[in-house]
Every structure is written in C-alpha cells, then in structure tokens.
C-alpha cells in the first residue's frame, strides 16, 4: 500500500459517503482514482513540514476525492460528499465540548487555551498567518490573514472546498453553552481574513 493510499484509507467517511448515493461498483472506481489523484497530489508539493502537514493530510485527500468524485458525477454532488463528511465529523466533537462546557470552570479554562492552542496548531508553522489581539478576560479574539487550506484548494483547482473547512469552526464552537463564538466573514468566502471571537455570555 502506497502512502497515497495509506493516507485515503483514514478519510474512508468519504468512501462511506460515496456508498450512499451510488452503485457500489462506481464508488470502487472513484475511491481508486481518488488514490491516483492524491499521489499527484503528494509528488506535486513533496515533502512538507510536521505542522504544515497536519492540515494537508485533511486538504489533499479532501480535494482528490471531489475532483475524482466531480468528474464522475459532477461537482455538486460531489460536494455534497465532502460537505456531509465534515459535518458528520463535526458533530461528536461538538457535543464532547458541549458536556464540557458544563463542568464548573470549564468556559474560563477553554478560553485561556485558545491562546497557546491556535499559536501552536494554526500559526505560521502551520502554514497561517495571523493577527492576536491583546488578551481581555472572559475573550479570545484571532483573525486568520491567510491559510493552507485556501491556499491549496485554489491551487488545487477546487476553492469552493475552502468554505466547507471554515464552516466547521461554526459546527464545532457555534453551540456551546455558556459561551458566543462570532465570526463576521472568512477567507474562503470572499473576505479579507477569518476572524475568530469567542467570549462569556
């Protein structure tokens, strides 16, 4: 098993996605050139760094399974694809943070991580580039100027993705009790930058 390969086999809720709204045998067929795709993919940028590579590994498996899956049963339904898979992913990590946020002191220790958190896993050696607003007690405010994944979907051919994988931040910190995640407009839907801001209320 290549590493195309390898890598494609831990996203399989795309092939499970895939097996839903089509005959078996297609989905087979789309799954192994989506395996072909990605190893263009992989040859294509080579090597990448431990932080960048966290977020690829979502990125290119996400972009070869659409642009195999688009040219087959065209790009809607494709999307469609990728965008149920993200917010099926979504929803069980939503709802861990949800029990969570009802542990007393919980909101205030989720708020002072967010700091060390997005420095650590969406700063430059993540492929980010950032604006951090001084610290104010009971908030967290970020904005993201630039990001690997609209970056690599739009070199990809498929920016339209990018708006999937910004959506998810909404999904997984737009309920949580206790607490306001606000977001004015992203980048991968035509704004300046993504802004995060999450506070007491």
């Keep these: 098993m290549n590493q195309a390969e390898k890598l494609l086999r831990k996203k399989a809720v795309y092939k499970a996605g895939m097996d839903k709204v089509m005959p078996e045998d ?6 192994k050139e989506a395996a072909v795709r990605l190893g263009s993919i992989l040859d294509r940028y080579g090597p990448l760094p431990r932080g960048l ?8 498996p996400a972009a070869a399974v659409y642009l195999a899956a688009g040219d087959a ?6 999307f469609r694809i990728i965008e149920d898979a993200a ?6 990590i939503a709802e ?13 220790l989720f708020l002072s991580a967010w700091d060390p958190m997005t420095k650590k896993l969406f700063g430059p050696g993540n492929g980010f580039r950032n604006r951090f607003y001084p610290r104010k007690k009971g908030e967290y405010r970020m ?6 994944y609209a970056r690599y979907f739009t070199e990809l051919g498929c920016p339209e993705l990018t708006g999937i994988f910004c959506e998810n931040d909404e999904r997984t910190y737009g309920n949580l009790p206790g607490l306001i995640f606000e977001r004015t407009g992203t980048i ?10 999450v506070r007491k209320g």
């Excluded at 049963?73 to 494709?78: F, Q, S, V």
């Excluded at 917010?87 to 069980?92: A, F, N, W, Y």
């Design 143 to 148: 904005d993201v100027l630039a990001c690997p």
């Design 96 to 108: 861990k943070l949800r029990r969570l946020m009802k542990v007393p002191g919980m909101r205030s």
């Design 53 to 60: 590579r966290m977020h690829t590994e979502i990125i290119f």
């Design 87 to 92: 917010v099926s992913g979504c929803e069980g």
């Design 188 to 197: 991968g839907k035509g704004a300046s930058c993504c802004d995060f801001r």
């Design 73 to 78: 049963i065209g790009r809607e339904k494709a």
């Design 26 to 31: 297609q989905s087979a067929d789309i799954w």
